[in-house]
């Protein structure tokens, strides 16, 4: 069964820092993985997604991913942190659904993104 | 507008009522979700229509919860005789098609149970 787990249920920067946001995934066949943003009061925003193609991906504001089969990761970075990456950060795995659906999601628990000036 | 949009945006009922969701996808999109997102239990999905094929229904919690979604457009999801536990912001998101992940999201039904 397909799962995700998100190291750091909170994480804080200093603005101009490296982000790294961890996540491990578990899945019985090739997985495709994603990362999302959500901002207070928001629904959720796609950053990238890993589709079997290229491991690193880049995404939106500057994220990128690089899958890593050997460690079952899939880890969020920015080189340089901006207050307005304050956030709550999810990563997904797509789950089986039926006849490999990808509209069946899993989410990890999230990581809420702190930047301090 | 043109993204995803949901009412009401917050919903406070007592407990045994029923209540409906609604959901106005991305026009063109084909393909519609809904997730719910609780404290306790992160976010889950819920149930997800593609076209015109059966809507697979594997994340509904219980038999109190059903969705509809009619001309492949706007879809309301329906929780009976709430109860206190269904408490949770309820998201919908939409996609062009099967091969798309939820790409983009309402800001979501914000439920609250008495």
């Known amino acids: 069964a397909q799962s995700v787990t998100q190291l750091g249920s909170h994480v804080s920067v200093s603005e101009g820092a490296l982000v790294l946001l961890r996540c491990n995934y578990s899945s019985s066949v090739p997985p495709y993985l994603f990362w999302y943003v959500q901002y207070p009061n928001q629904g959720l925003q796609l950053l990238l997604k890993?589709?079997?193609?290229?491991?690193l991906v880049k995404g939106i504001n500057g994220f990128e991913a690089e899958f890593k089969k050997s460690e079952t990761s899939f880890h969020l970075t920015k080189p340089s942190a901006h207050m307005s990456d304050a956030a709550e950060y999810f990563c997904a795995v797509s789950g089986p659904g039926r006849g490999g659906s990808q509209g069946n999601l899993i989410f990890g628990k999230g990581t809420k993104l702190s930047v301090k000036p | 507008g043109a993204g995803v949009s949901q009412s009401p945006s917050n919903k406070v009922t007592e407990k045994g009522k029923d209540v409906e969701l609604r959901c106005d996808p991305i026009?063109?999109?084909?393909?519609l979700y809904w997730y719910r997102q609780s404290l306790g239990q992160g976010l889950e999905f819920l149930i997800y229509f593609q076209g015109n094929s059966a809507p697979d229904k594997s994340g509904l919690p219980s038999d109190r919860f059903s969705a509809e979604r009619t001309g492949g457009s706007v879809s309301t999801l329906t929780i009976q005789r709430t109860q206190q536990e269904d408490s949770a912001v309820y998201l919908c998101?939409?996609?062009?098609?099967?091969?798309?992940?939820?790409?983009?999201f309402g800001d979501g039904t914000r439920l609250s149970i008495l």
């Open positions: 890993y589709t079997s193609a290229a491991t």
């Open positions: 998101a939409s996609s062009l098609g099967s091969r798309h992940q939820p790409q983009h």
């Open positions: 026009s063109g999109h084909t393909a």
